[in-house]
């Protein structure tokens, strides 16, 4: 990867994200307030953050895990071949399933992970997005939850990288190459 110097713009506040973290939350709350336990998903890297919020904010009894899966490494652009880098460690039959992921842009990614698991038999399986750039979609899918719809643009912070930088911005902002 050729090393371009950049600069990140503010584009959604932390403070903007949180309270649209308590009302996805509410959301979800309801269409899960039946469930005995909600089997939380995050898809790593880029949700990490995103996962944390959520489940602090949920007024229900969850378990979290984590699947890895990876369609990008350290490009700008996603390869199209989603693989998994680490899988679930317990079993979702007949469980209540909702999968957290960071972004969908292709959609690739998301559709993989959504047939992988649903081979597993969940009782119900939704999916949330804290962001959604739905003018990249490749494939016909849409979460079931979106944070935030986005314009076609390289965005970073908030848990989501460049190259493994600028996981740890409280922010969403775009990537602007200075060069």
Do not use: C
Request: proline residues 3%; without cysteine; negative net charge.
């Amino acid at each position: 990867m050729t090393k371009r110097p950049y600069v990140v713009d503010e584009m959604i506040s932390a403070k903007t994200i949180a309270a649209r973290i308590e009302d996805l939350s509410r959301e979800i709350a309801t269409e899960f307030s039946d469930t005995d336990k909600l089997v939380v998903v995050g898809l790593l890297r880029g949700s990490f953050v995103f996962i944390a919020d959520i489940v602090r904010e949920l007024d229900l009894a969850v378990e979290v895990d984590f699947l890895e899966a990876s369609s990008y490494g350290d490009t700008m652009e996603s390869s199209r071949e989603v693989r998994i880098l680490k899988d679930l460690r317990g079993a979702i039959e007949g469980r209540d399933v909702l999968v957290v992921e960071d972004i969908v842009d292709t959609g690739h990614t998301l559709t993989h992970v959504i047939k992988l698991l649903q081979s597993r038999n969940p009782a119900r399986l939704k999916t949330i997005a804290l962001l959604d750039k739905p003018t990249r979609r490749e494939v016909d899918i849409r979460a079931d939850w979106i944070g935030f719809e986005i314009p076609d643009e390289f965005v970073v912070g908030y848990g989501i990288d460049f190259a493994q930088r600028n996981r740890n911005l409280p922010y969403i902002g775009k990537v602007r190459f200075t060069d």
